[in-house]
């Protein structure tokens, strides 16, 4: 058979670029540590460049909204591209994608993770024309851990910046915060009260993943814990939060988190800037979350404060 086709150009290339350094840290023992972060994103269609020396001409090259992902794993340490090939629609809808590994709970405790957290930030500012990112207009998004992670960076405090890409801004325009244990005081005290079942997951709170964070004396760990608490940080500048939780989540109960965090939003006069979607059935991170229905939430969220 042989037959003439016309498909047209309306879809665009997506790339990807890998094992991107963006910051150099040390572990909890002082061995030097390189973060890396992986980036996706229309900019041309990559192997004809290579092999042709010229691009697709139909390629737009403008500066597109960036959207930073920050894995979960309980702090503990996430491939940053586990969860990547779920985020090609936000790349397809238009945005830079950067996904980023931070230190783990076993390489840094808090707060390592938000620090390296707004080193990205800084960094994709500083890389901005390279990337062909909008430097004015950068989100953050995360799953569990990395949600907790995402409202830290909604905060838009002016603190826990270090000297790597100085004068560029670590704040952002917009947050989606998915199962995040953002209350983290009181997951830690629902989790000591559990600590003398012996079929518990744990049996020291130093155990915990929250513990494990904090880290240090266990015996303060739930005082030090406020410390990790972006709850206790919420202000009037903290830019607009989208939150999506499932209401059969056995590792971070809904009513222990999130609904903590949309009541003090909702307090500090934010709900106007506030998205607070429950998802029927869906657990801890499970399949519901990323079906087309969610995804097309998440991106017109991003796209009423970033587009």
């Given at each position: 058979m042989k037959q003439t086709i016309d498909p047209g150009f309306k879809k665009k290339t997506i790339n990807l670029v890998d094992n991107i350094v963006y910051s150099n840290q040390q572990d909890l023992d002082g061995n030097p540590i390189e973060l890396k972060m992986s980036i996706m994103l229309q900019?041309?269609?990559?192997?004809?460049?290579?092999?042709?020396?010229?691009?697709?001409?139909?390629?737009?090259?403008?500066?597109k909204p960036a959207l930073v992902w920050i894995p979960g794993g309980g702090w503990r340490g996430t491939d940053k591209n586990l969860m990547l090939g779920e985020m090609s629609e936000f790349a397809r809808a238009g945005y830079?994608?950067?996904?980023?590994?931070?230190?783990?709970s076993g390489e840094g405790h808090f707060p390592a993770q938000i620090i390296d957290v707004k080193t990205a930030i800084r960094f994709l500012r500083a890389h901005a024309e390279q990337y062909e990112i909008d430097p004015e207009r950068i989100g953050v998004f995360g799953r569990s851990a990395g949600g907790h992670l995402a409202v830290w960076a909604a905060l838009n405090l002016d603190d826990h910046d270090t000297d790597e890409w100085m004068g560029y801004s670590s704040h952002v325009q917009a947050c989606c915060n998915m199962f995040g244990p953002t209350d983290v005081t009181a997951l830690m005290l629902n989790e000591q009260a559990k600590l003398s079942d012996p079929k518990f997951?744990?049996?020291?709170?130093?155990e915990t993943h929250g513990g494990a964070l904090v880290?240090?004396?266990?015996?303060?760990?739930?005082?030090?814990?406020?410390?990790?608490?972006?709850?206790?940080?919420?202000?009037?500048?903290?830019?607009?939060?989208?939150?999506l939780h499932g209401d059969n989540d056995p590792l971070v109960p809904i009513e222990l988190s999130s609904d903590h965090l949309y009541e003090k939003l909702v307090e500090a006069g934010l709900e106007s800037q506030t998205e607070y979607y429950i998802v029927k059935h869906a657990?801890?991170?499970?399949?519901?979350?990323?079906?087309?229905?969610?995804?097309?939430?998440?991106?017109?969220?991003f796209d009423r404060y970033l587009k």
């Open positions: 900019n041309g269609n990559s192997e004809m460049r290579l092999a042709a020396g010229e691009d697709d001409p139909k390629e737009d090259h403008s500066p830079v994608v950067a996904s980023i590994y931070y230190r783990s997951r744990w049996h020291k709170l130093e880290g240090g004396d266990p015996e303060t760990l739930v005082e030090r814990s406020a410390g990790a608490n972006p709850l206790n940080y919420i202000h009037s500048g903290i830019c607009p939060i989208q939150i657990g801890h991170g499970t399949r519901e979350f990323f079906q087309d229905s969610v995804k097309d939430l998440m991106i017109g969220f």
